[in-house]
């Protein structure tokens, strides 16, 4: 994206708009019809089960429960106590790792829908000529904004 690169003439004939007088207030409405509120989109989020059941059905979680599923088999064929201990270690390992993954995808959820919160509720529009206050989901494209 390199719009802001372009020479004024060219911005203003790809936007549809002018930097001194802004949008026309009829054509901002339209635009706002057009292409929708100026808000992030929200993803139907994954209930915290779904995430943790998916955190040990992985295929990376699938191979060392094929790994650990074998030591135990090898440990009641009477293959020694290693086998045991083997098992043990690696559905530690699953399981902690499980843990970490799920906590660090709730974290990282938690921090995008904070986002959010940093779209300012009102701006400073230029529209027809005159600076007005509005609330920052009117804005379209092509508005010229006073920062």
Known sequence: ?????LPIEEFEALFHT??????????????LLK?????LSEKEG???????I?????????????????????YG??????????AVIIV??????GFMNFYQTLKSQSIMGSFKDFIPPETIVIRDG?????DATKLVVGDVIRI
């Open 92 to 97: 530690a390992i699953i399981l902690l790792t």
């Open 18 to 31: 002018n930097v001194t007088t802004g949008l026309s207030k009829q054509a901002a409405a339209e635009k």
């Open 130 to 134: 005159h600076e007005e206050v509005i």
């Open 54 to 74: 998916h955190e040990f059905i992985s295929p990376m979680a699938l191979l060392l429960w094929a790994g650990a599923i074998l030591c135990f088999i090898a």
């Open 1 to 5: 994206m390199t719009d802001h690169k």
């Open 35 to 39: 292409d929708g509120p100026n808000k």
């Open 46 to 52: 994954v209930h915290w089960s779904l995430l943790l």
């Open 77 to 86: 064929l009477g293959g020694g106590d290693s086998n045991l201990y083997l």
